[in-house]
């Protein structure tokens, strides 16, 4: 069974721009959830995706954004962009979401705002 | 205060040694996980647990829902088990905040000597 993939592996962006980043989880898995992961904060909960829809949200401002495809890939979405932002955003896959059942996780995808 | 609090926050030992690593939360919930992060930024979920003993290999994993506390071991360290050991847990309803999101540990960052 292939795992979680995350692209792109790495992303160097500029201030002001907006950046999408891509996640596939396991086949069969309908749960989609993304963290992000700074020196100063450690991980966050960004928000969670269920056959589609957004199950959860963290507490990130409306420049995060996502969204779930029917064959359950999803997209990260994150506008105006600012320093604070560059970070390790990870992604998981589980079968019926987080706290149900095990989570996989993605390798990442490492953002640097400049 | 961090509702997910870890300790030790650093943690060097002798290969072979039995080690482990607490982890206290304020939170109701409904499961705990035990995460491992290696260098690099991968992600496996080692335990996803909401009562008692979890074993697996070398690794064992507990929980007291009434102590609001879990505990990972580590028998017989190896090197190949440094890492850095993340616990996070999913808020349970009616507990504040928004159900179901996973709430984070600093970690604890294991470094196992040869």
């Known amino acids: 069974k292939a795992g979680v993939t995350q692209t792109p592996r790495y992303l160097i962006k500029t201030r002001g721009q907006q950046v999408t980043l891509s996640c596939s989880p396991i086949s069969g898995h309908r749960s989609v959830s993304w963290y992000q992961q700074t020196p100063g904060q450690g991980l966050q909960f960004l928000f969670e995706?269920?056959?589609?829809?957004?199950?959860n949200k963290g507490n990130f401002p409306g420049r995060f954004s996502g969204r779930q495809f029917s064959n359950s890939r999803s997209e990260m979405n994150v506008s105006t962009l600012e320093l604070g932002d560059s970070a390790l955003y990870l992604c998981?896959?589980?079968?019926?979401?987080?706290?149900?059942?095990?989570?996989?996780f993605g390798q990442g995808t490492r953002l640097t705002v400049v | 205060k961090n509702e997910v609090e870890q300790s030790p926050q650093n943690l060097t030992a002798q290969e072979g040694e039995f080690i482990t690593i607490n982890c206290s939360y304020s939170?109701?919930?409904?499961?705990l996980h035990w995460l491992q992060q290696h260098p690099g930024g991968g992600i496996v979920s080692l335990f996803m647990l909401s009562s008692g003993k979890k074993k697996h290999g070398r690794l064992i994993a507990t929980i007291n829902i009434q102590e609001k506390h879990s505990s990972l071991h580590i028998t017989a360290s190896h090197p190949r088990d440094s890492a850095v050991y993340i616990c996070a847990v999913i808020r349970a309803v009616g507990y504040g905040g928004s159900q179901g999101n996973l709430i984070f540990g600093k970690g604890t960052k294991l470094s196992v000597k040869p």
């Open positions: 995706y269920f056959s589609e829809t957004q199950r």
């Open positions: 998981a896959s589980s079968s019926q979401g987080q706290g149900h059942t095990e989570a996989f």
């Open positions: 939170v109701g919930i409904s499961a």
